[in-house]
């Protein structure tokens, strides 16, 4: 049984885990890419639906996860596929879930699902092999906390650091560029897609204070993707303000993206149903360049779109737009000489699962690392 937060119930067929479990009901609509959708740190305390009406064909591999587990609070699918067929799978989809206890729900009629999703918006939700009694269930439903308001950082960020070594792109004599990447619940893609570019990265955990970032000596400062609400998190956005003042080099992505725009003074609104999908047309203004980017996100940056606001860090405008409904989907901020000093994007340029029109973002940030480097150095002599 599934009953949303407004009283409507669906009937299905239960796959992965047996129990109960409760959170935010959302739709995402990719065909594909469903294991980096389950391990995305993201998905945190979120019941994801899939509208794609058939999931599983491919099963579950060794090598697609974005992080340590599946994050998704439970799974929703109209047909599942019970028989895999893929030459990396190792397991069906339900093992994967049943495995790590994750309860899934088939058989739903996911289309009008998303339809009440789209009408009403996002809400919270409870599934349960237990408790089959709507009324019951949907009490239990609204005992539990909304997402607006929640700080998940801690639930999901490392203990511990550790170093992913640069991959290439390095000549020789220069020391690769170094990155400390602030893990809000980072998608393991990221820091590759850094690597595999020269950059030596330093995840950390999201309690790292400035010294321990200058000690590393970075020539850049990174804020990952992650759960809750940007709005409850307030601590990164400190430290990220305190990383502003020190004029290093700053990249962030999707809930790096809302910290970056509240540090920068702007507010977080959350959006009716969010952006959850591989093909989302965003434009870069500057280039006037459009792009099809995968997103992930419930809520959004309040900036002005074309209008240059002054802040204590320098100039900061709307970098990018999403073309279906004129979100905030990128912030820039340039120094006193007009130089681009951060940046952001509210969408998911590590592509995983998604398109790569968006990969340009990982070079810019190199090239304003390295033209850092180079005027520092510069300076210097
Ligand atoms: N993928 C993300 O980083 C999501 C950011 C934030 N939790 C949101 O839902 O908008």
New binding site residues.
Partial sequence: MLVLEDGRAFRGTSFGATGETFGEAVFATAMSGYQETLT?P?YRRQVVVATAPHIGNTGWNDEDDESRQIWVAGYVLRDLARVPSNWRSRRPLEAALAEQGVIGIADVDTRALTRHLRDRGAMRVGISTETLDPEALLARVLDTPPMAGANLIREVTVDQGYRIPAQGGVDGAERPLRVAAIDL?IKSMTPHRMAERGIEVHVLPATTDLETITALDVDGVFFS????D?AASPEPVALLQQVLETRVPFFGI??GN?LFGRALGFGTYKLPY?HRGINQPVMDLGTRKVEITAH????AVDAPIGVDVETPYGSARVSHVGLNDDVVEGLELRDPDGELAAFTVQYHPEAAAGPHDASYLFDRFVDLMRSRRGRTEGGRA
Wanted: charged residues 5%; proline residues 12%; contains cysteine.
């Fill in positions: 995305d993201s619940g993707n992650g759960p809750g940007p999707c809930f809302q969010g992930n996100h419930g809520f």
